[in-house]
């Protein structure tokens, strides 16, 4: 495909430069014809006094050649103003994108190797239409995340200073404070630790470790959160040695069981996965809770975004960004599936230890 795509930029090119070629000679040609019989080139190999049939030939082809360098450049400049058009196009619309319009797109037509690059132009900019518009929710969000909870310490704080509280309502407002400012806490760790693993190329540290056991110690870390909502726990583990970061891989597990927990209903139910599958690792965990629509699930990677919009759940929107990050630097994959009110199942692809 590729080759015909170069070729076909290469004919067009052949066939202009031959057309000029072939125009020019045939023009040349016409005026050296038209000088002779209208007699004003009387050196034309007649043997007329003074000019040999030598001289007259040498003079005839020094004219063709001067002719044809004339109207051949004649007819190029009048004609690569529309063989350039479409590098000006491209170059009009590349000054738009520098200027900030995202939504510039460009229509190349005729050429396969035009119309490749029409597609692919057309390509960044939805890209980057879309990084730019995730920059915008991002710094929205960002100062949205880290407002509240200021706010709210301001607020209590204020109220703490009045004399006439109850023991009991300053209790509860330093909860509150305590609660926020560890929420504060919180997000920081995990912009923090976000900005970290999206400049990391390469893991590092790693080491074979006991996959299953790893997530076993999790589910035992997170016991209080679904003993709280009375949540049946199904596990289903095979062991698994996996080469990663040990570090790096039990965020992802706190991450995925805590979002499960968080969006499970009061004696809900929780099944996790974990086994060999395709020459590789796969784990599931499901639950039975709120679930989410198709626009949720398209959403759910990208930072701050959040399934409940009223922010009544716990949390900051960075953790399942955070997931698959970890996820890709151990070259895997994470996907959602789901349905609203069915509850929501993450996968987790993993290669195997060799």
Do not use: C
């Amino acid at each position: 495909m590729k080759l015909k795509n170069r070729w076909g930029l290469t004919l067009s090119l052949v066939m202009f430069v031959f057309a000029i070629m072939m125009v020019a000679t045939l023009l040349t040609a016409l005026l050296v014809l038209i000088l002779h019989l209208t007699d004003i080139l009387p050196f034309l190999s007649d043997g007329r006094a003074g000019q040999s049939e030598g001289f007259g030939g040498t003079r005839i082809i020094v004219l063709m050649m001067v002719s044809s360098t004339l109207i051949g450049t004649a007819i190029a400049a009048f004609f690569s103003k529309k063989a350039l058009e479409p590098i000006r196009k491209v170059i009009d619309a590349t000054h738009k994108i520098a200027d900030g319009d995202f939504n510039t797109r460009i229509e190349l037509k005729g050429i396969q190797e035009l119309e490749e690059l029409s597609l692919s132009f057309n390509k960044m900019t939805d890209e980057l239409s879309a990084i730019e518009t995730l920059r915008r929710d991002f710094i929205n969000n960002f100062s949205h995340e880290f407002k509240t909870p200021i706010v709210s310490v301001r607020g209590f704080a204020k109220l703490l200073k009045n004399e006439n509280l109850g023991e009991g309502e300053k209790q509860e407002y330093l909860d509150i404070i305590i609660s926020e400012a560890e929420r504060l806490a919180a997000l920081s760790t995990n912009i923090l630790n976000l900005a970290k693993y999206e400049n990391i190329g390469i893991i590092t540290d790693k080491s074979v470790f006991r996959l299953d056991e790893q997530i076993r110690k999790v589910i035992a870390l997170t016991e209080p959160a679904w003993s709280a909502k009375d949540i049946e726990l199904n596990v289903d583990m095979e062991e698994i040695s996996f080469d990663g970061n040990e570090d790096l891989t039990q965020q992802v597990w706190l991450n995925l069981i805590d979002n499960a927990i968080k969006f499970s209903n009061q004696n809900g139910t929780i099944s996790i996965r974990l086994a060999k599958w395709n020459g590789g690792i796969r784990f599931i965990i499901k639950d039975n809770g709120i679930g989410m629509d198709e626009k949720t699930k398209s959403l759910i990677f990208d930072k701050f975004f959040q399934e409940d919009s009223s922010r009544t759940k716990a949390g900051n929107g960075l953790g399942l960004t955070i997931v698959k990050r970890i996820i890709e630097l151990h070259g895997g994959q994470v996907e959602v599936q789901g349905e609203l009110g069915m509850g929501s199942e993450f996968i987790v692809w993993l290669q195997i230890v060799k």
